[in-house]
């Protein structure tokens, strides 16, 4: 019996095994043949897309799968790919698989195939393949249309640095194309006589509306279209930096991160990266809607750990960063409020503040940060809710800031913002003697006294200086003392004190109260001026001053001085040194180069009263003089002048004048003795004489040539070089001869003054003995001539031998006299007035024994008219006679002939003398005739050539037939006047 | 209908749009009466003519924006990429009558009106920073509507034309990038051609 309930089931399962095994085997043998290949194209995406089925896959059995496909590219046999697809295969399954094609679809026809095997572990043998579908050709060439020229792909987006394959067809081969990438034409591969490939490598990024290629086609010259594409390049998305999250509530978290480069391109070709926040323990995500920020709601109190992902995609690509935290070590909490202080007085100061309240038992890091007087102080507290801290050693009368900040006490993450304010402590009393000192002028039976004092610093003015206190104690007489109150705004105090020791109390006082005093002793004696005056050298640094130590005991030294010692407000510096110094270095920044700088070194005894030590002067920098000696030339001779500058000022010059340079220009080429050579700025050469001596200001230039040019120029000089240039002085030096010429004339000038100051003097009485008024014939000199000539009938003929016939009338004015000695020539003859003493003869022709004198003395008229009318000479007057007496010339050669030494003697006369001598002729007769026969003057040359003549008036020697019996010869010093 | 309803962008593209782009519409039926809904001002001429000369002002300033917006390689090749090859730009008689003139005027302001609504359309996408091409643009086209309306008036209120066949402007909105720029370009080289002339001619 059991066999038989044994045998059904044995039944079953070997029915059962068996169907399985057959199932087995009709799958091996079945030939599963990928069938219904449809290849459809995404233009845009340059992607073939296949879809096909499975043919005799059993019913409701899954089978896994590889599936071998082949592409080819223009023609079948050129397969460009060859690659497996795995999939498990399902009965009736449509599959589904896409590749993506590097040219562009329309640039070439392309075919698909594919064969299949089974690869699932359910059939251990060997697998084999099925046979290859039949070839499947995907043209999308032909539905481009018309036109003569395509260029693909178009308005493609790729990745800045990808490769890029680009192609144009063109549809008559006839037809030349030329293609341009960004305006520059390139050159490709020719796929087949109508398409032609470009391929651009690493192609940049230009500009978010794209780059640009065209291609223009042309038979012969003849542009017949213009095709292109915008290739859209996009930026590489970069992975998000700083990504990190923290919450201020425990309500929301705040994640912030630094995106990158916008990879947004224009017409909507991809738009700016888009943030995903993803949360794996929650697994919940969120988009961003801000490229930098986004916030997250905590929901659950209970998560205190949280693992974000942060993703960034376009539509090229996606970058991810990943952070893992704990809620509570990401705390960044808010800002405390409500700061602000209590008890605020001189020094100390109560600040309280709050904080937003956080979780049970949350404990808050404060930081506070104290600044006043350029000084910051920081403390630290721990607080719960409210916070508070005490400020103390505060300074008076100052302005603070505080400010606060707060974090987890517990898990530091980040400081909260600062919150902060303002306050002001309470004003003290000044806390430190004002620093003082004095000058003192000295005058008679007083000294005045010019306090000095420095503003309190602000650290110990402890608040605002109102007034100074200045009181005066006399010392040596007893007497009250007085009090000056000085406002705030000074900074100094004149005293007038009589010649006693004054001790001066100097306080600063401010609303609170006074400071310590500060004490100085005036002495009565004057201030040492027997100190000699040092000098001393500058440096930028300032001037380093040493002195001896003052003997005896001393608080400390005093160095004072001038910032503008030019000034009368000079603004008095002073220094205030230890007991123990004996040197100190004076640096200010209101040192300026060229400006003597004199400083005064005292010493301060115990009892305060302040002994001048030394005195020092120098220069911070010392400059060349600004300016020049006016030079003067002095004792100037033929061989030498002498050069001085006495007014020139060397003390308020811009450095120590340590001497002279005199430059000396002449056309000698040699220097003088003690004369250098020198080439000045302008190249030229001259000779210069260095004077060492700044006191030496005259110099005395020798062993020059007379008559000589000479060009000087005077320059002083200091350590730092000489003075301005200026133009060269000229000196001509003097002739030798000219000085000895007036050495020579000058005491001629005086003698020959002397003596006409003589003669005008002694006029009288020179007239009278050299030529009175009527001469002495028988003194004439003529005289000694005749005697000489040994011509003994010629004799003198006295004056009583002369009858006169005539008296002239003189009835001329002074005036006329005087207008005749003015000009001869321009006076009108005036014809004397005769009287006629004696019958006139009117034909008398004969010598008369008579002479008749005519000069100045008796007819001023007729000497001035140069006519003779009153002469009358008569008619028949021989002509031999005439020509002999009045031809000048023959009086001449008379004259030349006898007495040529007279003549030399009296040559200088001729030029000037103008006067008419009577002469005693046998023609004088015929001024009888005048009156009754005036006759017209005639040429009258026989007596006006006698005023040429008439120094030695000489007759001539007579001849045979002459018949003048006598000539009368005047002595030329007889007749001037 | 796909290439009409993306190009529209002019209200008078709107209001008259009735087959399709590019073939002459009838604005009004053929026994419409002419009637306007506000009386025309009295110097028409006058203002068509300084619309026409505010125009040709700004034509070559709007030209020189849009191909400098465009970047490489339209700058530097003028010629080849924006030369006026407007194939079916409407055509101006200068030497005819004011009547006619004026409706050959009409023609081309509607076209020309369509086609910078096209243009200004895609520079907006392309070119989102361009903000002063896009400007240029918004302006211009506002003048060619007040134009459109002052030649209406005229040639309804002296002449009682109630009815012109327009072409529009060519629609872009199926083409690719550099199709669109290259064609705007294209209309700006010739609008700005056209318009000096039309500005000569009133």
């Known amino acids: 019996m059991a066999v038989f309930e044994v045998f059904p089931t044995v039944f079953f399962l070997t029915l059962l095994s068996l169907r399985t095994y057959q199932s087995e085997v009709l799958a091996e043998r079945l030939p599963l043949t990928p069938v219904s290949l449809k290849v459809s194209t995404n233009s845009a995406h340059q992607s073939l897309h296949l879809q096909w089925t499975v043919q005799n896959l059993p019913y409701h059995q899954e089978l896994k799968m590889v599936f071998q496909i082949q592409i080819s590219r223009i023609e079948t046999s050129n397969v460009i790919w060859v690659g497996n697809y795995s999939t498990t295969v399902k009965w009736n399954q449509v599959l589904h698989w896409s590749w993506e094609s590097e040219l562009p679809l329309e640039c070439a026809t392309h075919f698909v195939r594919i064969k299949s095997t089974v690869v699932d572990a359910r059939f251990p043998e060997p697998n084999f393949w099925s046979n290859w579908s039949s070839w499947v050709e995907v043209n999308v060439q032909d539905s481009l249309g018309q036109d003569i020229l395509f260029v693909f792909p178009k308005d493609k987006l790729v990745e800045e640095g990808a490769n890029v394959t680009i192609c144009y067809v063109s549809r008559n081969i006839q037809n030349n194309v030329s293609c341009y990438w960004e305006g520059k034409q390139i050159y490709g591969e020719q796929l087949d006589p109508h398409v032609s490939v470009f391929h651009l490598s690493s192609v940049p990024f230009i500009r978010k509306t794209g780059a640009d290629m065209y291609c223009e086609v042309s038979q012969g010259n003849v542009s017949k279209g213009i095709k292109g594409i915008v290739l859209f390049v996009s930026k590489v998305l970069e992975e998000p930096k700083d990504f990190s999250c923290e919450t201020q509530d425990f309500k929301t978290l705040h994640c912030t991160w630094d995106p990158g480069v916008d990879t947004a391109l224009g017409w909507s070709k991809q738009p700016s990266q888009s943030y995903t926040l993803f949360e794996s323990f929650s697994g919940e995500n969120k988009l961003c809607t801000h490229k930098n920020w986004c916030n997250w709601q905590i929901t659950q109190d209970s998560q205190e750990t949280y693992n974000f992902t942060l993703i960034a995609e376009n539509y090229l690509r996606k970058r991810s960063v990943n952070i893992l935290f704990n809620l509570t070590h990401r705390v960044y909490p808010m800002n405390p409020f409500s700061v602000d202080f209590e008890n605020v007085n001189a020094t100390n100061a109560k600040m309280t503040w709050k904080v937003h309240s956080m979780k049970k038992d949350f404990t808050y890091l404060c930081q506070i940060e104290l600044y006043g007087e350029g000084k910051m102080m920081q403390y630290n507290v721990s607080i719960k809710v409210n916070g508070e801290y005490y400020l103390s050693e505060l300074e008076p009368a100052t302005e603070y800031m505080a400010q606060v900040r707060c974090a987890d006490a517990s898990h530091f993450w980040k400081w909260s913002e600062w919150s902060g304010q303002n306050f002001t402590t309470l004003e003290a009393a000044p806390s430190e003697a004002p620093d003082v000192w004095r000058n003192v002028n000295s005058e008679p039976g007083s000294h005045i006294v ?51 020791s004054y001790q001066v109390w100097v306080t600063a006082n401010n609303s609170v109260g006074a400071s310590p005093a500060s004490i100085i002793v005036i002495s009565a004696d004057p201030e040492n001026q027997e100190v000699e005056e040092e000098r001393i050298a500058g440096t930028e640094g300032g001037f380093s001053l040493s002195w001896k130590p003052q003997p005896g005991d001393v608080v400390g030294y005093v160095v004072d001085w001038c910032d503008h010692p030019k000034y009368t407000l000079c603004d008095l510096q002073w220094k205030n040194v230890g007991p123990n110094a004996t040197s100190t270095v004076i640096s200010t920044d209101t040192f300026r180069p060229g400006v003597r700088y004199n400083f005064r070194i005292y010493g301060l005894s115990t009892k305060r009263i302040a002994c001048l030590l030394a005195k020092k002067t120098g220069y911070s920098q010392e400059l060349a003089p600004s300016d020049n000696p006016h030079v003067l030339v002095d004792k100037l001779t033929s061989h030498s002048f002498t050069l001085s500058w006495k007014y020139y000022s060397t003390e308020s010059q811009p450095g120590f004048i340590q001497g002279y340079h005199v430059y000396l220009k002449s056309k000698a080429r040699q220097c003088h003795p003690r004369f250098e050579k020198a080439v000045l700025s302008d190249g030229s050469e001259c000779c210069k004489y260095k004077i060492d001596n700044p006191e030496e200001k005259a110099l005395i230039v020798d062993n020059l040539k007379p008559k000589s040019f000479y060009e000087f120029f005077v320059t002083p000089f200091t350590s730092a070089g000489e003075g301005p240039n200026a133009t060269f002085t000229k000196v001509t030096t ?83 006299k005087l207008q005749f000695r003015k000009s001869l020539t321009e006076t009108e003859l005036t014809r004397p007035n005769y009287v006629y003493l004696l019958p006139t003869e009117k034909n008398y022709s004969g010598p008369g024994p008579f002479i008749c004198f005519e000069n100045l003395t008796y007819n001023q008229a007729a000497s001035d008219s140069g006519s003779c009318g009153h002469v009358p000479v008569p008619v028949n007057n021989p002509p031999s006679q005439l020509g002999l007496m009045i031809s000048p010339e023959n009086v001449q050669k008379a004259l030349e002939k006898n007495y040529m030494n007279s003549l030399g003697e009296i040559s200088a006369g001729e030029t000037s003398l103008n006067y008419v001598s009577q002469l005693a002729s046998p023609m004088s007769g015929d001024k009888d005739s005048l009156p009754t026969n005036p006759v017209e003057p005639p040429h009258c040359s026989e007596y006006k050539r006698q005023m040429a003549v008439p120094l030695c008036l000489v007759s001539p020697p007579p001849t045979e037939n002459s018949s003048l019996s006598s000539i009368t010869l005047l002595n030329p010093g007889e007749h001037y006047r | 209908m796909k290439v009409l309803a993306a190009g529209v962008v002019p209200l008078l593209l709107v209001l008259h749009w009735r087959h399709g782009a590019g073939s002459p519409l009838p604005i009004t039926p053929v026994n419409a ?143 690719d990038v550099f199709q669109k720029k290259k064609l705007g370009c294209q209309l700006l080289g010739k609008y700005k051609q056209v318009i000096g002339m039309l500005a000569q001619a009133f």
């Open chain 2, 33 to 175: 009466t002419c009637a306007i809904r506000h009386p025309c001002h009295n110097n028409l001429m006058n203002q068509i003519r300084s619309q026409l000369a505010q125009l040709n002002g700004s034509a070559n300033a709007l030209f020189i924006l849009y191909y400098t917006a465009q970047g490489e390689p339209f700058p530097n090749n003028l010629d080849k990429l924006c030369g006026p090859n407007v194939t079916d730009f409407p055509p101006f008689h200068a030497n005819g009558t004011e009547k006619a003139r004026l409706v050959e005027l009409y023609r081309i302001v509607v076209y020309l009106g369509t086609a910078l609504g096209n243009i200004t359309r895609d520079q907006k996408i392309l070119n989102p920073s361009a903000l002063s091409l896009h400007s240029k643009l918004n302006a211009t086209t506002d003048i060619l509507r007040g134009l459109l309306s002052n030649v209406l008036c005229r040639l309804c209120s002296k002449y009682h034309v109630a009815h012109v066949d327009v072409t529009y402007g060519p629609d872009t909105s199926g083409k």
């Open chain 1, 734 to 816: 003097p002739d030798e001869h000219s000085t000895m010429l007036i050495y020579i004339l000058l005491p001629m000038f005086f003698c020959v003054l002397l003596i006409m100051i003589v003669c005008y003097l002694k006029s009288q009485w020179i007239k009278e003995t050299c030529y009175p008024d009527i001469p002495d014939p028988y003194k004439s000199s003529i005289l000694s001539l005749i005697k000489f000539k040994e011509k003994p009938h010629l004799t003198i003929m006295n004056v009583s031998d002369c009858i006169p016939d005539a008296i002239e009338v003189v009835s001329k004015p002074e005036g006329t």
């Open chain 1, 450 to 500: 010019t306090l000095f004092w420095k503003p309190l610093s602000k650290l110990h003015a402890n608040g605002k200086i109102l007034f100074y206190n200045v009181v005066v104690e006399n010392l040596d007489k007893p007497s009250r003392s007085e009090l000056h109150s000085i406002p705030a705004s000074a900074k100094s105090t004149k005293l007038t004190l009589n010649r006693h």
